[in-house]
């Protein structure tokens, strides 16, 4: 049974870090896009930041390039999400996700679909 088990949510005055994890288990590492997604109240899921399952390349959304970096630590089957310089926007869910597909980084990747796995989410509150 696949598992995906974020954690590290919390609060953080704006201008802080914070480093959320993504333990997966059950699932063998095939290069398909690991997926950073992030929603607010009343809207759609969005994605953030990408990475394959034991590759390297990375991809960001715009509004987040240049203060998140996503990571993994293949031995431990964890993928992380350094996120600096938070702005103040309330409160956010993070959830971590496994594409049914890897590949070239496209508009595809960024979109809240073709998910074949979801983890249950981490809150993540940024106040001012």
């Known amino acids: 049974q696949v598992q995906l088990v974020e954690s590290g949510g919390g609060s953080v005055q704006a201008g802080g870090s914070l480093k959320l994890s993504c333990k997966v288990s059950?699932?063998?590492?095939?290069?398909?896009?690991m997926a950073w997604f992030r929603q607010t109240p009343g809207k759609e899921r969005e994605g953030v930041a990408m990475?394959?399952?034991?590759?390297?390349?990375?991809d960001y959304d715009d509004s987040v390039k240049g203060r998140f970096t996503v990571s993994q630590n293949n031995a431990k089957k964890t993928v992380y999400l350094h996120m600096n310089s938070l702005k103040p926007e309330g409160t956010d869910m993070y959830y971590c996700a496994i594409k049914t597909f890897g590949g070239a980084v496209g508009w595809a990747t960024m979109q809240p679909t073709d998910v074949a796995y979801w983890g249950q989410g981490t809150p993540v509150t940024v106040y001012s």
């Open positions: 990475i394959p399952t034991g590759g390297d390349i990375t």
């Open positions: 059950g699932y063998t590492y095939n290069r398909r896009w």
